[in-house]
């Protein structure tokens, strides 16, 4: 029950999982064992979500930076965490040209 919770709270925030990456945790999270990928070794790691979070530097300042957590599950000993990771410091110019990339490749493919 206590997974379950924790699994929907996961799950709430992820914008970055897929329908199957959320099958395949949540399977993990049941028990499961069996690695669906075994060439990639036994340590499988699933991006759930990617932010624009603020982020306290060691001199106590803060830092806008894009946060990515991701999922891992250890497939030789059962466990998995959570990690995150910060990918960069976020600036307006750095916003600006992510949207414009968007916006290119969203009028590129139509």
Request: some cysteine; overall charge neutral; charged content about 25%.
């Amino acid at each position: 029950r206590e997974q379950m919770l924790e699994a929907q709270e996961m799950f709430r925030t992820a914008n970055k999982v897929t329908r199957p990456e959320k099958a395949l945790i949540l399977g993990f999270m049941a028990g499961s064992r069996e690695n669906p990928c075994p060439k990639l070794g036994n340590i499988v790691t699933v991006m759930l979500s990617e932010n624009v979070e603020e982020v306290v530097q060691a001199d106590g300042t803060t830092v806008k930076m894009l946060v990515e957590t991701h999922f891992q599950m250890n497939y030789t000993n059962g466990e998995w965490k959570r990690i995150k990771k910060n990918r960069g410091t976020v600036t307006e110019e750095s916003i600006a040209n992510a949207a414009a990339a968007v916006a290119a490749a969203s009028t590129a493919s139509t």
